[in-house]
C-alpha cells in the first residue's frame, strides 16, 4: 500500500486551489474586497480555474467534508481535520467518500482498516464497527485518470486479497 499512501498525500484540495488562484487574483490588484459582487464572481471564476486545470491535467481531486471538524488520533495524537474526505474525479464527476480517521490510518500508521466501538445514548457500549476501503468505489473515481501505475496494481492486488478472504469459510486459511 505503499504507492497508494504516496498518492494520497499527493491528491489536490478542491478548495485549497481555489484559495490559491483567489489570493493570485488578489495580489494582481484584480478583486475589489470591498463589493459582494466582485468576490462571488472572482470565487467562482477561481472554482472554474482550479475545476478546469483538475480536468485538463486528467487528476483526482479532493473535498474535506466538514473540515472545521477536529479529531485526535487515539494513538498518537494527532490532530486531523475534517470528517470525511471525497475523492472526486473531474473527468466523470464519479465520486467517493472515505472516513476522514482511514485516510488517517493508512498515510500515518500504514493500517487499511480500524475498529471503534459504537455506543447507545445512555452510553453503553453495544457494538465494534469496523472501517475499511470500499476499494472497488475508489478504483471506479480513478478509471480515466493520470494515475501512477503502482497505486493501480496495489489497490487491485488488495480487491483480490479482499475477495479471496470473502471466498473463505470461517476457519479456513489460504
Known sequence: MEAFRIYLTAIPNLAERVVEILASTLEEG???VNDAESLRQAHRHALNAAFTR???SRTAYVNV???????LCGDCGQEFCGAYWEVANPMTSERSVFRTRLIHELIVH??????EPLYNLS???IA???HSWNLDALLRVLQ?????????????AM???????AARKPGETA
Open 54 to 56: 483538475l480536468r485538463d
Open 110 to 115: 500504514r493500517r487499511t482498516a480500524y475498529e
Open 30 to 32: 484584480g478583486l475589489d
Open 159 to 165: 480487491v483480490t486479497q479482499t475477495r479471496g478472504k
Open 65 to 71: 467534508l466538514y473540515p472545521h471538524l477536529r479529531q
Open 128 to 130: 465494534i464497527e469496523r
Open 123 to 125: 452510553g453503553t457500549a
Open 144 to 156: 480515466g485518470l493520470t494515475v501512477p501505475p503502482a497505486v493501480v496494481s496495489e489497490l487491485r
